[in-house]
């Protein structure tokens, strides 16, 4: 069965600070990989998705970027944190445009 | 540019009480997908409608597609606790990898 990881569970950064988030998956070979953000109480922002190793498609234009390195290796960086960039920040996978499943997320407080 | 709106946008009822959630884009999907994320977690794929006007039950939640494939609603009856969370439904972004998700419904249930 396919699993999906993603860590830390948690982080507090200062403002201006670097960023690395990493997620993996596992028992699927070319997923197509996303990364959320989800702001206290509201819906879902597509950040990034990728269809294969190094093809980003990034869907809002800020200071977060996207890499992916291994076929089942997605990571979300910043260069400098930004207050606005606190949130909860989930990793999914499919196979198709279609049904997604999504890893446990990471919260991020930046102060 | 493509949109996917739900309403309510949130919807207290007591426990034992049906809900329905509407959602609605402006341009026909191939097919929409309803997810369910609990309070602090993660969303989690529920169901995926193909046809139109098509009609499918998970126990006591009830999914619908509309004719023109343009809105679907999920009806849960007598709702309990373990309801709590928001709903979204999503479509696929027309000519693109990925998923296009409604804004959310926030349900709570009054034990």
């Known amino acids: 069965s396919q699993t999906i990881h993603q860590w830390p569970a948690t982080l507090v950064q200062p403002v201006g600070s670097p960023l690395s988030l990493e997620c993996t998956v596992e028992?699927?070979?070319?997923?197509?990989l996303y990364w959320y953000r989800q702001a206290a109480g509201r819906g879902l922002q597509l950040l990034f998705y990728?269809?294969?190793?190094?093809?980003i498609s990034s869907e809002v234009p800020q200071n977060l970027s996207a890499s992916r390195p291994q076929d089942r290796q997605f990571i979300l960086s910043s260069k400098k944190l930004l207050l606005s960039d606190s949130g909860f920040y989930l990793c999914?996978?499919?196979?198709?445009?279609?049904?997604?499943?999504f890893g446990p997320g990471t919260r991020l407080t930046v102060t | 540019g493509q949109q996917v709106m739900q309403i309510p946008q949130y919807q207290h009822v007591q426990e034992g009480e049906d809900f329905t959630t509407y959602c609605n884009s402006s341009?026909?999907?191939?097919?929409i997908q309803w997810y369910k994320q609990r309070p602090g977690g993660h969303p989690v794929f529920l169901i995926q409608?193909?046809?139109?006007?098509e009609v499918k039950k998970q126990k006591r939640l009830t999914f619908q597609f509309g004719e023109a494939k343009k809105n679907s609603s999920l009806h849960i009856t007598a709702t309990q606790t373990t309801d709590v969370g928001t709903y979204f439904c999503?479509?696929?972004?027309?000519?693109?990898?990925?998923?296009?998700f409604g804004t959310g419904t926030r349900l709570t249930v009054i034990p």
């Open positions: 990728s269809v294969g190793i190094g093809q």
């Open positions: 341009t026909t999907l191939s097919n």
């Open positions: 999503a479509g696929p972004q027309t000519g693109a990898n990925n998923l296009f």
């Open positions: 028992g699927t070979s070319n997923p197509n």
């Open positions: 999914a996978w499919s196979r198709t445009p279609n049904e997604q499943y």
């Open positions: 409608l193909v046809k139109s006007g």
